[in-house]
């Protein structure tokens, strides 16, 4: 899917109502504008994605995303500057966020006057693992959300 | 020479100066700044000397660390700049008689990624417009935290090394929040430094007295220790005379005479103290705020506090006073510039911690008046100037707690702090000190220290610069001990195919009350073990990486035991738990004694089912349960009801008292609950109690609000409790409504109030322990709910600490509008209907 496109879902996604394609558009659409933020042609259309590979330089990370009756699973790799999108679990990580629906997910990431403690709160969201990996992504999905003028 | 030598101890003819006035406008005007000085700081030293890639960080690593800070940080003399309102940036003419801050902002948010600073993370961009509670960061700022900064501590905080190190399950409830909060991932605090040896000996004696102790010993530990207590301390010197050194760069360049001399006795003094003992007042209170910036680069505040500055600047105030170096306005207007001083920054909290603790600060108190150490009254000429100080200025930070002695301090100096109380609206405290040395001996303290204790953070009673009793360790909410008591081991909140703890029976099979009390005391066990078992981990990792110099310099007992206060080198050494849910917990015990076994009006089976549908079809049994004529309620003078509260303290106290602590010393239990008995009230479900879902605790050791119609019999019951078993501090809070119709009569039943209440059994015990209040009405809390603006000074006790009304969270502004208020005038309560949000 074109990038474009893909980030005109995200927004969707970040309005009124989070479907279960949230998690994989967010994933996907992190790795695409981190992919654009490094290419020279895009950066000469557009700033909106200037140095947004810049927070993943150096960073080694491996997250798990899963919901809460195991049915959908996801992973996030972090390493030499990119990101790795997997439809699939990984054993070895360094957070795992079980989350019960995907609006649970999108609150947790996203939501202005709650956070992850809320979510936890909630009982919607655990997290399982070292919880400045969390603290990490969450600025990067709000980062993200700012380059596309929702925050 | 007499203590008391003023005349009028209300010293109402003297107001705030100009100075002290305008500095005071812009502090309300200021907006918090995050800092990111010191993590920038600590970052760069830390990488430079491979800290973070070390399996074990000593106090000399971190000695030269905080040596480092402090001398490279910013000498800031007079601030020039902050954001106010909408976060515009305004100008203003700084002239304080205390030069230095704790961070390089003029009100700052200092940042700790050692500890909880990551939390902020996803935060980077929206915290200078969250909509409660906002702190300016800048763009660049934010992208050093982002880029250069936080990355590296993702490793290497406490939690996290907790985590990865002991793997405790315990940390599980922890992260669940509604079992119990644990305060050492963000910081040690809550302790009283010892600043007497820094004013009247000096930092350069205390540098002396450690080199000495290092050639003597051949302990390697000791020996690490000793070298680091002088790099500290030249830390400290060096900050203090590069301030000198700017404000006499700035007297240079300066053409008004008066302010040129302003920045060159700042010059002086600094270039003095805290190096050399002090000589007068005002160099006292400058070494006292020198080291106090000093300690905070090391931890956060968070209840670190002052302790009896009255005793400890006495004799410095009252030689100035009689060499006429000095006058009584020139000393409210040193205090009053220091209490601006001490509240210059404002704790790191995340957006969803607003909920837990919002609308706090610092909770940085200091002790006046009380009994010194061979038991005379203690109460001097400088404890009615800081209480003027206090009244004048109605700051959150400090908070002010007196120390009153039935029988010893004297019936003006009780008067006078229902006085302040009156025209502040919420301060000081008042502490019992009978009740409260008698506590601290049966812990094993000696007298001698027993008297000679300052309360930390809220309310807690510590001897003063000696103890170390992180009296806020374990925040334990009770009511989820009820819970797995009602749920066999099960919690609402975690669902009910998770066994939490271990199943101790379904209570709709117990056949008498004692069978539910057992279950709950072996849940409640569960928890004390569970948490104490964390908080010992964390320690450990305290001990392990996060030394504390700074402060084991400033304390007694490290010096002389050659170790850190985290190692165990304080005199006195305790950790500590406070209860959240106590009323709640103990009416719910008496609702189910007397409804289910002893009147058996309504099966066990019934009342659960009430309880899980949130007493909604059971709208009559709810009321019943709330009706303290038909059910008994802690804070009437019921047998029934107020033994139950006895026997769960002294419980409690049996309980956490195994515990052992990892630095030695054993476990106190205490009651004061900040905000959260607000923040998990939100979160909790029905109770028993009558109490429904998501409706507010009640806060500290008071009975529940609008159940307890008559005050003497309320204050009673509370004075009835064991103070030996409240030996970590208890807030008891009041409302009453202020009487403007014949004020003297009102000051008189105020006192007569607080003196009934320390004084219960007429001198046969020892009292109730502590007591604060809110007097302010309820019209003006529900408009300032509508109106914030209109009320930016509005100071209200919330428990425990002081706060402005306008910065708490909606459910604890609701709290302190709802709590029981009393009109003394006839002794009883004033009915509202609840405040609706």
Request: charged share 25%.
């Amino acid at each position: 899917m074109p990038l474009n496109l893909e980030l005109e879902k995200i927004k969707d996604e970040l309005g009124d109502k989070a479907t279960d394609k949230f998690l994989e558009l967010l994933l996907k659409g992190m790795e695409g504008v981190f992919s654009a933020s490094k290419n020279k042609i895009v950066s000469a259309f557009t700033d909106k994605f200037k140095d947004y590979h810049k927070n993943i330089e150096g960073f080694k990370g491996r997250y798990l995303f899963r919901t809460s009756d195991n049915l959908v699973a996801a992973s996030a790799i972090f390493e030499n500057g990119d990101m790795d999108v997997r439809e699939d679990a990984i054993d070895d990580w360094n957070v795992r966020i079980t989350f019960k629906n995907a609006a649970a997910l999108r609150d947790f990431l996203f939501s202005q006057d709650q956070d992850i403690l809320n979510s936890i709160l909630a009982n919607t969201v655990e997290v399982d693992g070292n919880l400045n990996y969390i603290y990490k992504f969450g600025f990067l999905a709000r980062d993200l959300k700012k380059r596309l003028g929702l925050e | 020479m007499a203590k008391i030598t003023i005349g009028d101890l209300s010293l109402k003819d003297f107001k705030l100066t100009q100075r002290v006035s305008n500095l005071k406008d812009v502090y309300f005007k200021a907006m918090p700044e995050v800092c990111i000085e010191r993590p920038r700081l600590v970052t760069k030293f830390s990488l430079g000397n491979g800290l973070l890639k070390k399996e074990r960080i000593s106090v000399l690593d971190k000695a030269k660390t905080y040596r480092y800070v402090l001398e490279n940080r910013a000498p800031i003399v007079w601030h020039k700049r902050s954001y106010q309102k909408g976060m515009l940036p305004f100008e203003f003419k700084d002239n304080s008689l205390f030069a230095g801050s704790t961070t390089s902002k003029f009100k700052g948010v200092p940042l700790y990624p050692e500890f909880l600073a990551l939390t902020l993370w996803p935060e980077l961009w929206t915290i200078t417009n969250r909509a409660r509670n906002p702190f300016y960061l800048g763009k660049e700022d934010a992208e050093e935290l982002n880029y250069e900064i936080f990355p590296h501590w993702m490793e290497n905080n406490i939690l996290e090394l907790a985590r990865k190190t002991y793997r405790p399950p315990e940390m599980k409830l922890l992260e669940r929040l509604v079992f119990f909060l644990a305060s050492k991932p963000n910081c040690i605090s809550h302790t009283i430094p010892d600043f007497s040896k820094a004013i009247n000996k000096g930092l350069r004696a205390i540098i002396d007295e450690a080199k000495e102790k290092g050639n003597k010993t051949s302990d390697a530990l000791q020996k690490e220790f000793y070298a680091a207590m002088p790099e500290v301390l030249e830390g400290i010197i060096t900050y203090s005379k590069s301030i000198a050194k700017k404000a006499k760069e700035m007297a240079d360049n300066e053409a008004d005479p008066n302010i040129k001399k302003e920045l060159l006795d700042i010059a002086e003094i600094n270039n003095r103290v805290p190096e050399l003992p002090a000589r007068n007042f005002r160099e006292g209170l400058t070494t006292i705020w020198i080291c106090w910036t000093a300690i905070h680069l090391e931890n956060p505040n968070v209840g670190l506090s002052l302790g009896r500055l009255d005793q400890i600047l006495y004799d410095l105030y009252r030689k100035d006073i009689d060499n006429k170096i000095i006058t009584i306005e020139q000393a409210i207007e040193l205090i009053s510039c220091l209490w601006l001083k001490i509240g210059d920054h404002v704790p790191t909290i995340p957006d969803a911690g607003e909920q837990l603790f919002g609308g706090t600060g610092s909770n940085q108190a200091i002790t006046i008046g009380g009994v010194d150490k061979n038991g005379k009254d203690a109460v001097n000429d400088l404890t009615y100037v800081m209480l003027r100080a206090t009244e004048l200025m109605k700051l959150r930070d400090p908070n002010l707690n007196a120390r009153y002695y039935h029988g010893i301090s004297s019936n003006e100096y009780l008067r006078r702090l229902c006085e302040v109380n009156v025209n502040t609206g919420a301060t000081p405290a008042i502490h019992n000190d009978k009740a409260v040395i008698h506590a601290l001996t049966k812990k094993g303290d000696s007298l001698e220290y027993a008297r000679d204790y300052g309360v930390i953070g809220c309310v807690e009673p510590n001897s003063n610069g000696r103890h170390y009793g992180s009296t806020a360790s374990i925040l334990l909410n009770l009511t989820s001990a009820l819970e797995l008591t009602l749920y066999n081991g099960k919690h609402r909140h975690t669902g009910m195919d998770l066994l939490i703890s271990k199943e101790t029976g379904n209570p709709i099979t117990f056949s008498a009350f004692d069978e539910f009390k057992n279950a709950f005391e072996e849940q409640a066990r569960f928890l004390i073990d569970k948490s104490t078992t964390l908080n010992n981990i964390l320690g450990r990792i305290h001990q392990n990486f996060y030394p504390t110099p700074v402060l084991s310099a400033l304390f007694e007992g490290p010096m002389d035991k050659g170790k850190d206060i985290i190692q165990g080198g304080a005199v006195i050494n305790s950790s500590a738990a406070t209860i959240i849910g106590l009323a709640d917990v103990a009416d719910s015990l008496s609702a189910i004694q007397k409804v289910v076994f002893e009147e058996k009006s309504c099966s066990f089976e019934k009342l659960l089912d009430a309880v899980n549908k949130n007493f909604e079809g059971y709208e009559a049994l709810q009321k019943r349960l709330m009706n303290p004529d038909k059910t008994p309620k802690y804070g009437n003078e019921h047998p029934l009801a107020d033994a139950n509260v006895k026997w769960i303290v002294q419980m409690l106290d049996r309980a956490f008292g195994e515990k052992e602590s990892y630095r030695g010393g054993h476990y106190r239990v205490g009651y004061w609950t900040m905000t959260n008995h607000a923040g998990f009230g939100r979160l909790m479900k029905a109770l028993p109690s009558g109490r429904k879902a998501r409706e507010n605790f009640t806060s500290g050791i008071t009975p529940v609000s609008a159940v307890t119609p008559v005050l003497t019999k309320s204050l009673n019951s509370v004075a009835t409790q064991p103070p030996e078993c409240l030996s970590n501090g208890v807030a008891l809070n009041l409302k009453y409504t202020p009487e403007t119709g014949d004020r003297e009569k009102m000051l008189d039943n105020f006192a007569a109030s607080v003196k009934g209440y320390v004084d219960y059994g007429n001198g046969n015990g020892t009292g109730g322990m502590e007591i604060q209040f809110n007097v302010t009405t309820h019209d003006t809390f529900v408009d300032a709910v509508k109106h914030p603006e209109k009320y930016p000074e509005l100071l209200v006790r919330v428990s425990g600490y002081t706060a402005y009304f306008k910065d708490l969270n909606p459910q604890m502004q609701k709290e302190i509008i709802d709590r029981t208020e009393y009109l003394l005038s006839k002794g009883s309560y004033v009915y509202y209907e609840p405040f609706q949000l």
